[in-house]
């Protein structure tokens, strides 16, 4: 018997032909592979970017000059591989950064005063004193004028801690690995600092750890594509681009829900 050996995707095909002077049969055997679990751990650092869905019951033009800006993060990844299925977990620590240069409009007018005598004898006190009425008069008036303070290097933070759960399916091709990620996250905010709206935004409050203008509690659907290369069999190198959709406002008094895009570079190290 001859036996030829393919490959075809994860089924490894023998077909032997056998030979009789009376049949002429193929037999096939199909041996499926055996995969065993393997852990990962991946440390990473993270470039993040939000913008905002904001809905207000009264219009305010402090949300106007509120302008998100660029955070860095960092975390590690806890992953579970059995074939080309991966069930991540893990640690984030990440921030929402916006710059709050609220400007501040106050209107001034400066004049000066002087007394005229309107009447000498205006009336007399109970000892016999006259009394006099004065009335007083603008002389020079100036303004209005306008002052605006505002500063640029107000900045509010809101630091979280993350909690990611999603599942990937990866596929290689030589060194290279692609994968794409679904799943979601749980974020816990641990510090806020600096000046925000509140009050359905209609004037702004100083943010703090025990401050009841922003959630405690942040709940995200998260996705994400990425690649792999593999340095040695323990240890690879990995970059993703990832959207963080916020499910529920950051914001107690009015609804301020985010989109977070994430780009995050990390190595991953096989346990």
């Known amino acids: 018997a001859s036996f030829m050996y393919l490959k075809l995707k994860d089924f490894y095909l023998f077909p032997a032909y056998l030979s009789s002077p009376i049949l002429n049969k193929k037999a096939i055997t199909i041996d499926y592979p055996s995969y065993?679990?393997?852990l990962?751990?991946?440390?990473?650092?993270?470039?993040?970017?939000?913008?905002?869905?904001?809905?207000?019951?009264?219009?305010?033009?402090?949300?106007?000059?509120?302008?998100?800006?660029?955070?860095?993060?960092?975390?590690?990844?806890?992953?579970?591989?059995?074939?080309?299925?991966?069930?991540k977990s893990g640690l984030q620590f990440n921030q929402i950064k916006e710059r709050t240069?609220?400007?501040?409009?106050?209107?001034?007018?400066?004049?000066?005063?002087?007394?005229?005598?309107?009447?000498?004898?205006?009336?007399?006190t109970p000892r016999?004193?006259?009394?006099?009425?004065?009335?007083t008069k603008i002389d020079t008036l100036i303004g209005p004028s306008e002052t605006i303070i505002n500063n640029?290097?107000?900045?509010?933070?809101?630091?979280?801690?993350?909690?990611?759960?999603?599942?990937q399916y990866e596929w290689?091709?030589?060194?290279?690995?692609?994968?794409?990620?679904?799943?979601?996250?749980?974020?816990l905010l641990t510090h806020a600092k600096g000046i925000y709206t509140i009050n359905d935004a209609s004037k702004t409050g100083q943010l703090s750890d025990n401050s009841s203008s922003a959630n405690k509690v942040l709940f995200q659907a998260t996705?994400?594509?990425?690649?792999?290369?593999?340095?040695?069999?323990?240890?690879?190198?990995?970059?993703s681009y990832g959207q963080n959709i916020g499910l529920n406002s950051m914001i107690a008094d009015y609804s301020q829900k985010t989109r977070i895009q994430q780009f995050s570079l990390g190595i991953e190290i096989e346990l």
């Open 36 to 38: 065993k679990w393997q």
């Open 40 to 87: 990962f751990m991946a440390p990473y650092i993270q470039l993040s970017s939000h913008n905002r869905t904001i809905k207000l019951r009264t219009e305010s033009e402090l949300k106007k000059q509120e302008k998100p800006m660029p955070a860095m993060g960092f975390g590690v990844n806890l992953l579970a591989k059995k074939g080309h299925w991966v069930f």
């Open 101 to 124: 240069n609220y400007a501040s409009i106050f209107k001034t007018q400066t004049y000066d005063t002087s007394f005229r005598l309107v009447i000498l004898n205006f009336t007399q």
């Open 128 to 135: 016999g004193t006259n009394v006099a009425l004065l009335e």
């Open 152 to 167: 640029p290097d107000a900045i509010a933070k809101f630091n979280y801690v993350t909690l990611p759960v999603g599942v």
């Open 172 to 187: 290689h091709k030589k060194r290279f690995l692609y994968f794409v990620e679904a799943g979601g996250a749980v974020s």
């Open 223 to 239: 996705g994400a594509v990425g690649v792999q290369y593999s340095l040695t069999n323990q240890l690879n190198i990995w970059s």
